[in-house]
């Protein structure tokens, strides 16, 4: 039972890595208005919130199957970051992360509540913890060094890169086009 | 002249303002009442979403690819580990990499228990067997019928990133040995390939000492 925990601890880890890149591309291309004509903005914005939600979803049955695998960690070690005894800093930045999501995704229902600057910083929590699961998955991984790995990861970063790149510079464009006519 | 079907012609003839203002809250509680009595299927209480069958297909492909991902993954395993187990009972030593190995299973049988499933006491050393990183062999020290001390004299150490995972899983695998007494001892997250070879070098080990017994 325990190695089919393990395994599944590994796909569903996999799998939510690609479902948070998934939210963070729709996310990007929703804010720089890159959904172009067939699809609706609040289309794209119900797919990004569905993402983010089913990474949460996954993330919480890769920790719930890695504690179930009997891996050697304790509950506590994946509540409260940096005191795993094994894997210390992959850990902790794997727990980290996870509650970055859990922010991201639990302020997002109440997003009217919030002043629009607050928010939108605190969604983008969601980046630094895209980069925390990318280490986390790389140190720890134990498919992490295997070719299919690596190319799916370098396939995922550049599909993240594109609309992020897009964005950046929809936003320099803006603040430019601000900053001559001031 | 306004257009015909024009939703704001009233507005244009009303008489004035104020009877159009205490009109429109008189539509307004009506509509209410309305609401209250015959609420829409689809209110507040029940969000509607644009994209619900997009949403439903990515969930759809994320479980189908984990459980993919996962057979996948315990597919390769398998195959890593019949080459394994042809490798050790073909008993066929390995050149060691950056260790000194004996050279072949090496027994210094001192005694024999009386029961032909116990370990044989002495000094066993398993078939080595093969990861993808490098090989894996095992030795064990059998006392009183027990496993004393186990050791993995071989392991894969040819760059930093295996030799800082085996140095901190190879020290579990052998105190799980100890605890287990067997080969049945706990996978160490993050050395699965380790693991999985330590485990059969150890049966292959606990196999040279029950023969011998």
């Known amino acids: 039972m325990s190695d089919v925990l393990w395994f599944l601890t590994r796909s569903s880890g996999i799998i939510a890595t690609v479902l948070i890149a998934a939210a963070i591309i729709d996310g990007f291309i929703y804010s720089g208005r890159e959904g172009g004509q067939r699809m609706r903005p609040v289309w794209w914005v119900d797919l990004h919130r569905g993402l983010g939600g089913y990474a949460l979803i996954f993330t919480v049955f890769h920790l719930l199957t890695a504690y179930g695998a009997d891996l050697g960690y304790r509950v506590i070690d994946i509540i409260i970051p940096g005191i795993s005894k094994q894997s210390t800093l992959a850990v902790t930045l794997g727990v980290l992360a996870f509650y970055a999501m859990l922010i991201t995704v639990f302020t997002t229902w109440p997003k009217r509540r919030f002043r629009r600057r607050i928010w939108h910083a605190i969604h983008l929590l969601s980046l630094p913890a895209a980069i925390a699961i990318g280490v986390h998955g790389w140190q720890m991984g134990t498919d992490s060094r295997t070719g299919w790995y690596i190319a799916a990861m370098v396939v995922l970063t550049g599909l993240v890169m594109y609309p992020a790149g897009l964005r950046v510079s929809g936003l320099l464009r803006s603040r430019l086009v601000m900053f001559w006519n001031a | ?213």
Do not use: C, F
Request: aromatic share 4%.
């Open chain 2, 1 to 213: 002249m306004p257009a015909p079907n024009d939703p704001y012609d009233d507005i244009v003839t009303s008489p004035t303002p104020d009877d159009r203002l205490s009109e429109l809250s008189a539509r307004s509680a009506a509509r209410r009442r309305e609401l209250e009595l015959n609420p829409p299927r689809h209110n507040g209480s029940k969000r509607r979403h644009a994209a619900k069958g997009s949403r439903t297909a990515a969930l759809g492909l994320a479980v189908v690819s984990t459980l993919g991902m996962a057979a996948y993954l315990h597919q390769a395993s398998q195959s890593s580990g019949s080459a394994v187990l042809d490798l050790a009972t073909t008993d066929t030593t390995l050149p060691p990499p950056n260790a000194s190995v004996p050279s072949s299973p090496k027994s210094t049988s001192t005694t024999k228990p009386s029961g032909t499933k116990s370990l044989a006491d002495g000094n066993w050393t398993g078939a080595a067997s093969m990861t993808r990183w490098g090989p894996v062999q095992v030795a064990i020290t059998v006392s009183g019928s027990k496993i004393t001390a186990a050791s993995a004299p071989l392991y894969p150490s040819d760059d930093n990133r295996s030799i800082s995972i085996n140095r901190i899983a190879i020290p579990k695998l052998v105190q799980s040995t100890l605890t287990a007494q067997n080969a049945n001892v706990n996978s160490v997250s993050g050395a699965t390939y380790t693991s999985a070879s330590y485990k059969i070098s150890l049966q292959s080990a606990i196999d040279k000492s029950r023969a011998a017994s």
